[in-house]
């Protein structure tokens, strides 16, 4: 497996004046709550315990900010949809997203994460819209895929390339396997070199 680079933490900021400079490329993880987006920027990144995981969703609320080097970034975005979360929380969170995805120039990319048993949810075809909107580059992972039989793996990222066609690629993945690792860094490296890594991918 080919080793991704050496990523630091940087800082997490609640506020869009908090944010790293607006330098460089960022590729942002993004993904409802609980939906396995830590665990996989720690899988990607090598680094087991790089961004908090934890079994209670709604747990990273800030975005949280990785250094590979002074011109590459990666950043690990709230999750988004956790029923129990207040709604002025929850207002807060839309603005703040959606600032973030209109207005950071570093963007390169978005990876997308979703639960494999529950792709394509209200918030991630919000998030489908915003980032389209900019022309972004997003790349799906289906996470938990150990979770999931062949048959269903397969008919879920049928699916779900189905319904985003042009507007991003998309892969199996699972953290605790270590399913589709490989592809995904060169995504993400993609991503921030400015390019797309790959053609889209029936896993
Ligand atoms: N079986 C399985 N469980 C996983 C996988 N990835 C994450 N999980 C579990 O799913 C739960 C949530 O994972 P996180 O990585 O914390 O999810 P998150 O999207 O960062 O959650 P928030 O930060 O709360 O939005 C944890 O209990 C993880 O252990 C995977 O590939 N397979
Ligand atoms: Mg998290």
Do not use: C
Not at 21 to 38: P, Y
Not at 136 to 144: C, M
Not at 168 to 195: I, P
Request: glycine share 8%.
């Amino acid at each position: 497996m080919p080793q991704f680079p050496s990523v630091e933490f940087l800082t997490s900021s609640w506020q869009p004046h908090q944010f790293p400079a607006d330098q460089g490329a960022e590729v942002a993880f993004a993904g409802r709550s609980n939906a396995g987006k830590s665990s996989a920027l720690n899988a990607i990144t090598g680094r087991k315990d790089l961004a908090r995981t934890s079994k209670t969703p709604g747990r990273t609320q800030l975005i949280n900010f990785f250094t590979l080097n002074p011109q590459q970034r990666l950043a690990d975005l709230p999750g988004y949809g956790y029923a129990k979360v207040p709604e002025k929380m929850r207002d807060h969170w839309r603005k703040l997203m959606e600032n973030y995805v209109e207005t950071r120039e570093s963007l390169a990319g978005v990876v997308l994460v979703m639960d494999s048993r529950h792709p394509l949810t209200d918030f991630d075809q919000q998030m489908l819209e915003w980032t389209s909107a900019q022309n972004l580059p997003v790349h799906i992972l289906l996470t938990k895929a150990d979770k999931l039989g062949r048959g269903e793996s397969m008919a879920t990222i049928k699916k779900v390339l189905q319904t985003v066609g042009e507007a991003a690629t998309a892969q199996l993945f699972s953290a605790v396997k270590k399913t589709g690792v490989d592809e995904a860094r060169k995504e993400v490296l993609g991503m921030l070199a400015g390019r797309r890594a790959a053609t889209q991918s029936d896993g």
